[in-house]
């Protein structure tokens, strides 16, 4: 689960040093033997090219007579000894060993990263092609893929079910055979995977189309001839969807989603009109100290009331929470492979760790600046959740607390979360945004800021207004803790029109 978290990606890197100077080693041995055996032969190519000279006279030296002897006798079997000394078993123990300490990527691992790009190609609407040339929104940030590269992203979703991006990656690394002529995937896989993407997208026409092509470049493909038998008929009958559109079709999405994705890419924002009545001020009557050192406040929404309070967590609390909660997440991992495979798509893009309290004074300190935040206690709250969001991680839309017919199994004492305080423990370069699908509203990351929300209405029921999401993060690396306080004791104090 290397691909779920950015933190745990940069062990990867010191693996691949590993595996490279192990290769590199091993070259050096080879050229080392084969350095060896080319001095040898020019020396006996060079001895045996005088004795050619005049034969019968090389011969009847008898010190010409013994060298040679010796070297037929002897030399040539340590030649022999030299030609079958195995470098490559070293090799590969060394790999085994590596295998062992060093984090490997897992099939797993492989196919996550490739759903996660697809992921973002699709919220972010990145064209295929632009992609394997490397470059995100128009900035280049890698060097081009191979076709190799592309069909291994087409088959990873393929395996996913994920037809359409299959088709599109897949198309990709055929469009790239050509210019990569070593390539390690053949035509006649490509032409499989198209022929079953697009069969299993139900366009009967275009599989019988990529089914014939097959049969083309590999006459005797028993699967192939079967298929196409198999397609024809389906087509006679009229079964099967036998369009004739030309591009796949993607998967369906609720408009929750795509106002959702609409936000991640700037495409809306919130009318002018609510917009214009946002404010930014100064919070100084929390607390005494607020005096010195007031709550720089910006107004996000007012009807459900959110806001953005900038400079809430100094770089160094944050260094510090980071590394606490590292070393967990991994343990979390652990946690997660004893259920399986579970639940994909959720848990598997973001790494967290709780933090409580007591464990250290910053702790602390940070919870009673959400007490200056939020002008509520922060007792009952639950342990600080801290998070770091993998390639493409994020969070589909989802309200923080439970609705009443989930409330009684699962939140027991404590009660509901009434308010959701979200630190941005660090900048996203692009993407990852925190967006309100039923608001318009679109919260950017900022390091040291923290989002405050009310999940609640002043009725007491919950605000299904609140639903919010986090945007994949399309380039680098995210990272939040969240504060949730909970509604015992806070009935009192609970002002809810506190500014
Ligand atoms: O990471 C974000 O922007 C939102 C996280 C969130 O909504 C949550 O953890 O409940
Ligand atoms: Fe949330």
Redesign the pocket.
């Known amino acids: 689960e290397v691909f779920t978290a950015i933190t745990e990606m940069e062990e990867l890197l010191d693996t691949e040093a590993q595996f490279i100077s192990n290769l590199e080693s091993y070259i050096h041995a080879l050229d080392q033997k084969i350095s060896l055996l080319k001095g040898q032969a020019d020396d006996y190519r060079t001895k045996h090219q005088i004795a050619q000279k005049d034969t019968a006279g090389y011969v009847s030296n008898p010190i010409n007579a013994f060298l040679l002897t010796k070297r037929l006798a002897r030399d040539w079997e340590s030649i022999e000894s030299v030609v079958t000394r195995d470098l490559s078993a070293e090799f590969i123990s060394k790999m085994v060993a590596h295998k062992k300490y060093h984090k490997i990527p897992t099939d797993e691992d492989l196919n996550g990263a490739a759903v996660a790009l697809a992921r973002l190609q699709e919220t972010y609407k990145l064209n295929t092609t632009n992609v394997a040339n490397g470059e995100l929104n128009g900035v280049k940030y890698s060097s081009p893929m191979t076709s190799n590269d592309c069909f291994e992203m087409g088959r990873q979703l393929y395996l996913s079910k994920d037809y359409y991006y299959t088709i599109s990656w897949i198309g990709e690394a055929m469009d790239r055979l050509a210019i990569d002529r070593n390539s390690n995937n053949s035509l006649t896989e490509i032409l499989e995977y198209l022929s079953m993407a697009w069969s299993d997208q139900g366009n009967t026409v275009r599989a019988l189309q990529y089914t014939r092509q097959l049969l083309d470049v590999s006459p005797n493909h028993e699967a192939a001839m079967k298929n196409e038998k198999k397609l024809e008929n389906l087509l006679k009958e009229g079964g099967g969807r036998s369009t004739f559109e030309n591009e796949p079709h993607h998967k369906p999405k609720s408009n929750e989603t795509l106002t959702y994705e609409m936000l991640c890419r700037k495409e809306i924002s919130m009318s002018p009109a609510v917009a214009s009545k946002l404010k930014c001020k100064y919070v100084t009557n929390r607390s005494p100290f607020l005096k010195i050192a007031p709550l720089k406040l910006e107004e996000a929404n007012l009807e459900p009331y959110i806001v953005v309070y900038h400079d809430v967590m100094f770089d160094s609390e944050i260094d510090f929470i980071k590394e606490l909660a590292k070393p967990r997440f991994k343990r979390a991992t652990v946690g997660n492979n004893k259920h399986g495979l579970g639940v994909v798509a959720d848990y598997r893009i973001s790494k967290s760790a709780w933090l409580e309290d007591k464990e250290h004074k910053i702790l602390q300190q940070i919870s009673r600046r959400v007490e200056d935040m939020t002008g509520l206690i922060s007792e009952k709250s639950e342990k600080l959740q801290v998070?770091n969001y993998g390639i493409g991680g994020y969070?589909v839309p989802h309200l923080?607390f439970k609705k009443d017919s989930e409330l009684f199994q699962s939140v027991g004492s404590v009660g509901n979360r009434i308010v959701t305080v979200?630190f941005y423990m660090s900048d996203v370069l692009e993407g990852g945004a925190?967006v309100f699908p039923a608001l318009n509203v679109a919260l950017w990351p900022k390091k040291g800021s923290a989002a405050f929300w009310y999940n609640f209405l002043e009725s007491g029921k919950g605000d299904l207004s609140t639903l919010?999401a986090?945007c994949p993060v399309l380039i680098g690396s995210k990272w939040?803790s969240?504060k949730w306080l909970h509604e015992i004791k806070q009935h009192f104090l609970r002002p809810y029109k506190l500014w």
């Open positions: 998070v969070y923080d979200l925190t919010h986090a939040v969240t």
